[in-house]
């Protein structure tokens, strides 16, 4: 499995951002999906996870309410739509993919990743 996001850039603090993540390979053994960030100087930590369904997703508490996770399994697609971004939502973002369901998955390990794209909000 081949995972490449796309939606990157710089915006201004308040601006909304949508980040895609397309799936290659053996997409039909992807179950949870999921975005993580990682900024400067610090741990990568989990955004946002959803199952293979839609129908469940997980949040941290950091972006709840700010941000949506979705996906689009046709496609091979996931999405997050971030929106009233602050600064401290700056950080490279990546897509992250399981074979397992989601609450089969302890904490923030996942299977499969991206290379990851860059988030940048400016104050």
């Known amino acids: 499995v081949r995972l490449e996001e796309s939606g990157g850039g710089l915006v201004q603090a308040g601006g909304s951002l949508r980040l895609s993540c397309a799936s290659y390979?053996?997409?039909?053994?992807?179950?949870?999906m999921g975005w993580f960030r990682q900024a400067p100087g610090k741990e990568r930590e989990v955004v946002a996870r959803i199952s293979r369904s839609g129908i469940n997703t997980q949040y941290s508490d950091s972006v709840k309410g700010r941000f949506t996770v979705s996906r689009d399994n046709a496609r091979d697609t996931l999405y997050l739509q971030m929106s009233n971004l602050k600064p401290e939502d700056t950080a490279v973002y990546y897509c992250?993919?399981?074979?397992?369901?989601?609450?089969?998955?302890?904490?923030?390990?996942?299977?499969?990743w991206g290379e990851g794209t860059l988030v940048t909000v400016s104050s």
């Open positions: 992250a993919a399981d074979s397992r369901a989601l609450h089969e998955i302890p904490g923030g390990y996942m299977e499969y």
């Open positions: 390979g053996r997409t039909f053994s992807i179950n949870t």
